[in-house]
């Protein structure tokens, strides 16, 4: 299972109890001055209720998102074949027939030219193991009925964009087979241009920036002057996010390390709620970045000693000392002159 008390904790806040089934609810405001989207991506609802359907077709167009709409997921994969231009899948859970989870499963195992859709999923069901498994199956987002229209709006406009990054990723690796033969043909060319031409020593390549050497600084006057640093670089991140849209700077992975470096020079333990908490994104995209932490051998986990249903999360030892590297690095600033005599 991946992160299962990040899971319990999202859900825990929200209640296990059955939310009312009444569709979508509007804000208190009635959910106006939400700015129309530009976006190329459709949006397949599905859900066997049609007059929720409707409410999430409406929302959507008042936006300006183009969707289409099916009250089975037999029907709904139909729709995937007939249009495969579909980025985005807004599914009930609980369906006749089929439910919303294993309709995810099958259309992930579906061959597609480009990138499978994302997926958001809706509930009247607090239910854990659905969270569970739409976090597998990595899962936009997961959202309780009634669903209000900022929330869902939100949610929507969070994984459209996910889906054109996918895209544009997609449509970058597509285009590198013909970049490579094209720098072939372009070598090959050079190489006969400069035949007879004396040729040039080539230089070999740039030798990495050797670690220091010798025993590390890890004295307590150290340690606290690294402390004091990576509060600084906190608070500056905060200062910004105060002055311009967060989510143009959004930076979650480099986050997660700033608070598990501050945890780990004050000899706190944090688990994995509490860091992805510090990321300042959603849960699920919070959960993908702290799995490619760990991947990247910079992050690890462990099971508490005396509660084995929570888990932590720390700073693997290469990646500490990088980070004290970095710090040491961006203090090494030019004394100013003072001015005056």
Same mark, same amino acid.
């Given at each position: 299972?991946?992160?299962?008390?990040?899971?319990?904790?999202?859900l825990s806040d929200r209640g296990p109890d059955r939310a009312p089934e009444n569709g979508p609810g509007a804000d208190a405001q009635g959910g106006g001055g939400m700015p129309e989207t530009t976006t190329s991506v459709p949006v397949l609802l599905l859900d066997d209720d049609a007059q929720i359907l409707r409410e999430y077709v409406d929302m959507l167009e008042s936006i300006g998102i183009q969707s289409?709409?099916?009250?089975?997921?037999?029907?709904?994969?139909?729709?995937?074949?007939?249009?495969?231009?579909?980025?985005?899948?807004?599914?009930?859970?609980?369906?006749?027939?089929?439910?919303?989870?294993?309709?995810?499963?099958?259309?992930?195992?579906?061959?597609?030219?480009?990138?499978?859709?994302?997926?958001?999923?809706?509930?009247?069901?607090?239910?854990?193991?659905?969270?569970?498994?739409?976090?597998?199956?990595?899962?936009?987002?997961?959202?309780?009925?009634?669903?209000?229209?900022?929330?869902?709006?939100?949610?929507?406009?969070?994984?459209?964009?996910?889906?054109?990054?996918?895209?544009?990723?997609?449509?970058?690796?597509?285009? $590198?087979?013909?970049?490579?033969?094209?720098?072939?043909?372009?070598?090959?060319?050079?190489?006969?241009?400069?035949?007879?031409?004396?040729?040039?020593?080539?230089?070999?390549?740039?030798?990495?920036?050797?670690?220091?050497?010798?025993?590390?600084?890890?004295?307590?006057?150290?340690?606290?002057?690294?402390?004091?640093?990576?509060?600084?670089?906190?608070?500056?991140?905060?200062?910004?996010?105060?002055?311009?849209?967060?989510?143009?700077?959004?930076?979650?992975?480099?986050?997660?390390?700033?608070?598990?470096?501050?945890?780990?020079?004050?000899?706190?333990?944090?688990?994995?709620?509490?860091?992805?908490?510090?990321?300042?994104?959603?849960?699920?995209?919070?959960?993908?970045?702290?799995?490619?932490?760990?991947?990247?051998?910079?992050?690890?986990?462990?099971?508490?000693?005396?509660?084995?249903?929570?888990?932590?999360?720390?700073?693997?030892?290469?990646?500490?000392?990088?980070? $004290?590297?970095?710090?040491?690095?961006?203090?090494?600033?030019?004394?100013?002159?003072?001015?005056?005599?």
């Open positions: 299972m991946s992160f299962p008390d990040a899971a319990l904790s999202e289409h709409s099916a009250t089975s997921a037999v029907r709904g994969l139909a729709m995937l074949e007939d249009h495969p231009e579909i980025g985005l899948v807004v599914a009930d859970i609980r369906m006749p027939e089929m439910d919303g989870l294993r309709f995810a499963s099958i259309v992930r195992q579906m061959k597609r030219t480009g990138p499978s859709p994302q997926f958001i999923f809706i509930t009247g069901y607090g239910e854990i193991s659905a969270a569970l498994a739409a976090l597998r199956l990595e899962a936009s987002d997961f959202l309780l009925k009634p669903v209000r229209r900022s929330d869902f709006l939100s949610a929507v406009r969070r994984a459209v964009q996910r889906v054109e990054a996918d895209r544009a990723i997609s449509s970058i690796q597509s285009l $590198l087979p013909i970049v490579a033969r094209w720098q072939a043909t372009a070598a090959s060319t050079q190489r006969q241009a400069l035949v007879g031409v004396p040729q040039l020593e080539e230089p070999g390549p740039i030798p990495p920036t050797p670690a220091p050497t010798g025993p590390a600084d890890n004295s307590p006057e150290r340690m606290a002057e690294m402390k004091s640093r990576v509060v600084q670089v906190i608070q500056s991140r905060q200062a910004r996010d105060r002055h311009f849209p967060q989510h143009l700077f959004a930076d979650p992975a480099w986050d997660m390390l700033l608070d598990l470096t501050l945890a780990k020079l004050s000899s706190k333990e944090i688990s994995v709620s509490s860091v992805c908490l510090a990321a300042g994104v959603p849960q699920s995209t919070a959960l993908r970045r702290l799995q490619d932490l760990e991947r990247s051998g910079l992050v690890r986990r462990r099971r508490d000693r005396d509660d084995r249903r929570r888990i932590f999360v720390e700073l693997t030892e290469d990646a500490m000392q990088r980070i $004290l590297r970095y710090l040491g690095v961006i203090s090494m600033s030019p004394p100013r002159e003072q001015k005056g005599a």
